[in-house]
């Protein structure tokens, strides 16, 4: 069964930076990042391969977001600048045996919570 756990979410103010951390209990699977705010639907942000090749959704971090992994350590961070409140959603880790993208579809995590005050 495969565990992902997520953390580093929290309150942040407009303009601040927040780093999310997804740890899996398994290596060798493309690994990312999605968003829900409320009332909409979830949305992709970025996704890495095992490999390091990256993905990533610009309409959503328009250059703002940053993601990276970690093989040794079965981790994914993402790095968030410049935060607005737009920015606001449950964040979800998800891990795939082979897609890397929108399409991410095999594992989630519980997803943490990110709140930008104005």
């Known amino acids: 069964q495969v565990q992902l756990v997520e953390s580093g979410g929290g309150l942040v103010q407009v303009g601040g930076s927040l780093t999310l951390s997804c740890a899996a209990s398994v290596d060798m699977y493309s690994m990312g990042w999605f968003r829900q705010a409320p009332g909409k639907e979830r949305e992709f942000v970025a996704a890495i391969s095992e490999s390091g090749g990256i993905t990533s959704n610009l309409d959503v971090g328009k250059g703002r977001f940053s993601i990276s992994r970690d093989n040794a350590k079965h981790t994914v961070l993402l790095q968030m600048n410049s935060l607005s409140p737009e920015d606001t959603a449950v964040y979800y880790c998800?891990?795939?045996?082979?897609?890397?993208?929108?399409?991410?579809?095999?594992?989630w995590g519980q997803g943490t919570q990110v709140t930008v005050s104005s």
């Open positions: 998800s891990a795939d045996r082979a897609r890397v993208g929108p399409g991410m579809d095999d594992y």
